[in-house]
């Protein structure tokens, strides 16, 4: 069992920064891709970002590109995901995920990802 446990999560205002970290514990004798997804209300949940295993690879939503970024201390078991230039659309629970596969995934996909954390507040006022 991996437990994740979000944080930084809050209120800020539009054209604002901030960082969500998400600190793995329990299995974490190998590294995982690790991604982000939100749902704001009355919504599916959605991709945002994501980190292959090894940190060679990132992906970003199109809606987000350019304004997030995705990465990773694997000496803290803990992933990032600094958000800057926010918008009031960005408003959402977000909530991270590990995929425990190394091969054959597709990060956008939350079928891909084997574990889910409770997942944090942000909301992004006008």
């Known amino acids: 069992q991996v437990q994740l446990v979000e944080s930084g999560g809050g209120l800020v205002q539009a054209g604002g920064s901030l960082r969500l970290s998400c600190a793995a514990s329990g299995r974490t004798f190998s590294s995982y891709g690790m991604g982000w997804f939100r749902q704001a209300p009355g919504q599916e949940r959605e991709f945002v970002a994501a980190?292959?295993?090894?940190?060679?690879?990132?992906f970003y939503a199109d809606s987000v590109k350019g304004r997030f970024t995705i990465s990773r201390d694997n000496a803290k078991n803990t992933a990032y995901l600094q958000m800057n230039s926010l918008k009031p659309e960005d408003t959402a629970v977000y909530v991270c995920?590990?995929?425990?596969?190394?091969?054959?995934?597709?990060?956008?996909?939350?079928?891909?990802?084997?574990?889910w954390g409770q997942g944090t507040q942000v909301t992004v006022s006008s």
């Open positions: 995920a590990v995929a425990i596969r190394k091969t054959y995934l597709d990060y956008r996909r939350l079928t891909s990802y084997d574990y």
């Open positions: 980190i292959s295993w090894n940190g060679g690879s990132t």
